[in-house]
Structures are given as structure tokens and as C-alpha cells.
């Protein structure tokens, strides 16, 4: 059981990147989705979530309207497209996939916004 990400790297401000991971040996479309990031020194915070139930969806106040999370079931695949990033976006993603007590994540991709 797997969740391998990709996507991260450097961007200037303004700009965009589209984060990826990849899920193996368990089907996505069956669990909760989401990600979250971590800057050295501070906890882990949400960013994003979907609900496998009702495709509910959640974003955090600092990333709403610039941030879409999605899934692809055909390529068991969840997806965070990020848009005008800011600096202070600046951390290591985390994917995660949640169901009752099953809870996964993935290794974690450095997105860096700087000038």
C-alpha cells in the first residue's frame, strides 16, 4: 500500500503548480482524500479535503479560491492543483487517504514559492 507524490519544485509568486500522488495497492475512489503541508518548526496543517460519501469539499481560509483538490478514479490518483502561490506557501505537501481506521500518506513533496 502506497501513496507516491510528484509535483512539487520551485515557482515564483503568482505562479502554479500541480501536485499528484498516486495510489497503489488500495482503491481511491473508497476513502476520504486530502493534503496537507508542514513548514520546519510548526505542525502539520490541512489544506484540503474531499469526501468519498458526498464529494463534500474543505480548503483552508489561507488557500481557498486558489487551491482545487480533485480525484481521477481512473488512475487512482488524487490531485492538487494550486494556483497564484505566495510565498507563505512555501512547505512539504502531504498527501493522505483516510477510511474508518485506515489511514495513509504519502512521502511528501517540497513546493518552494520564491523570486
Known amino acids: 500500500v502506497q501513496l507516491q507524490a510528484s509535483g512539487g519544485g520551485l515557482v515564483q509568486p503568482g505562479g502554479s503548480l500541480r501536485l499528484a500522488c498516486v495510489a497503489s495497492?488500495?482503491?481511491?475512489?473508497?476513502?476520504?482524500i486530502g493534503w496537507f503541508r508542514q513548514v520546519p518548526g510548526k505542525e502539520r496543517e490541512g489544506v484540503s479535503c474531499s469526501s468519498d460519501s458526498d464529494g463534500g469539499t474543505y480548503y483552508s481560509d489561507s488557500v481557498k479560491g486558489r487551491f482545487t483538490i480533485s480525484r481521477d478514479n481512473a488512475k487512482n490518483t488524487l490531485v492538487l492543483q494550486m494556483n497564484n502561490l505566495r510565498p507563505e506557501d512555501t512547505a512539504v505537501y502531504y498527501c493522505?487517504?483516510?477510511?474508518?481506521?485506515?489511514?495513509?500518506w504519502g512521502q511528501g513533496t517540497q513546493v518552494t514559492v520564491s523570486s
Open positions: 493522505n487517504a483516510q477510511r474508518g481506521n485506515l489511514n495513509y
Open positions: 495497492g488500495f482503491t481511491l475512489d473508497f476513502y476520504n
